[in-house]
Nanobody, 120 residues
Framework: QVQVVESGGGLVQPGGSLRLSCVVS????????MGWYRQASGKEREFVAH???????DHSDSVKGRFAIFRDSAKNTVYLQMNSLNAEDTAVYYC??????????????WGQGTLVTVSS
């Protein structure tokens, strides 16, 4: 089994910053890629950013230059630093992890999400 737990969401004023964290636990053999997605009310879930095992990063155009994904491989943790937040960033943010477990197949797991609300 794999557990994916996000934290760090909350209420922030426009122009403010937040840092989200996502910790992965379980019988992890490898973590190949970690990513962040978000879903605003009434909208489909969308890609925000991901980072590969070798450190290659990609960010969606809507957050490029404002958000940054980075990871601490030793802690099986990925972060999303969010700056210059605006109301359009309000959403539930989900962590997604791809990897493999010892003696088992590859996995693709989601966390439960953490709510980010940008409002004055």
């Amino acid at each position: 089994q794999v557990q994916v737990v996000e934290s760090g969401g909350g209420l922030v004023q426009p122009g403010g910053s937040l840092r989200l964290s996502c910790v992965v636990s379980g019988r992890i053999h490898t973590i190949d890629r970690m990513g962040w997605y978000r879903q605003a009310s009434g909208k489909e879930r969308e890609f925000v950013a991901h980072i590969t095992a070798c450190g290659n990063r990609d960010h969606s155009d809507s957050v490029k230059g404002r958000f940054a994904i980075f990871r601490d491989s030793a802690k099986n943790t990925v972060y999303l630093q969010m700056n210059s937040l605006n109301a359009e960033d309000t959403a539930v943010y989900y962590c997604r992890v791809w990897g493999s477990l010892y003696g088992e197949d590859n996995f693709n797991a989601w966390g439960q999400g953490t709510l980010v609300t940008v409002s004055s």
